[in-house]
């Protein structure tokens, strides 16, 4: 039975908004396949504005066994792989982390691993864009480390 007309408004209206409330989250990642990784630095970015972004990368990569070292962009020179990162925010009410990418390379510049995380669109009524760094970047990390054996093994 067909809906009344008058019902058929009031539907695409509210797939409208459902459509405009749940922006859709990009996350692409080329993980690290390598023996297991005891150290890796950290090159700071002082152009990423996300207070939290350098902290939740650190703590993901101890999660995994991986011990960090920041470096300056020239500092690097010892260092068995080297972490790049950006990270954009966004604002809606309050800021939110709408963008990073992660590229891991190692001392002759090779890129062996990547991690890209967009949220796309505005998402006008989605909770998930308030959600924290550690809470969308968690499995970024995971799926980034996910081929690493373990160092205890």
């Given at each position: 039975?067909?809906?009344?007309?008058?019902?058929?408004?009031?539907?695409?209206?509210l797939?409208?908004?459902?459509?405009?409330?749940?922006?859709?989250?990009v996350?692409?990642v080329?993980?690290?396949k390598t023996?297991?990784v005891d150290?890796?630095?950290i090159?700071?970015n002082?152009?990423?504005?996300?207070?939290d972004f350098l902290?939740?990368?650190e703590?993901?990569?101890?999660?995994h066994?991986?011990n960090?070292r920041?470096?300056?962009?020239a500092?690097?020179?010892?260092?068995?792989l080297?972490?790049?990162y950006?990270?954009k925010r966004?604002?809606s009410?309050?800021?939110?982390?709408?963008?990073?990418?992660?590229?891991?390379?190692?001392p002759?510049?090779?890129l062996?691993?990547?991690?890209?995380y967009r949220?796309?669109?505005?998402?006008?009524?989605a909770?998930?864009k308030?959600?924290s760094?550690?809470?969308?970047?968690?499995?970024?990390?995971?799926q980034?480390?996910?081929?690493?054996?373990?160092?205890?093994?």
């Amino acid at each position: 039975m067909p809906a009344p007309p008058l019902f058929r408004p009031r539907l695409l209206l509210l797939l409208g908004l459902i459509g405009l409330s749940s922006a859709c989250t990009v996350i692409r990642v080329e993980p690290l396949k390598t023996a297991p990784v005891d150290a890796l630095c950290i090159e700071e970015n002082p152009q990423v504005r996300v207070d939290d972004f350098l902290g939740v990368l650190e703590r993901g990569f101890a999660r995994h066994g991986i011990n960090t070292r920041r470096t300056q962009p020239a500092g690097a020179d010892d260092c068995p792989l080297l972490l790049t990162y950006t990270a954009k925010r966004s604002w809606s009410v309050v800021t939110y982390l709408s963008l990073a990418e992660l590229n891991i390379r190692d001392p002759q510049g090779q890129l062996r691993a990547s991690a890209y995380y967009r949220f796309r669109g505005r998402g006008l009524l989605a909770v998930k864009k308030w959600q924290s760094t550690e809470t969308k970047m968690t499995p970024v990390i995971d799926q980034l480390l996910a081929e690493v054996p373990s160092s205890a093994q």
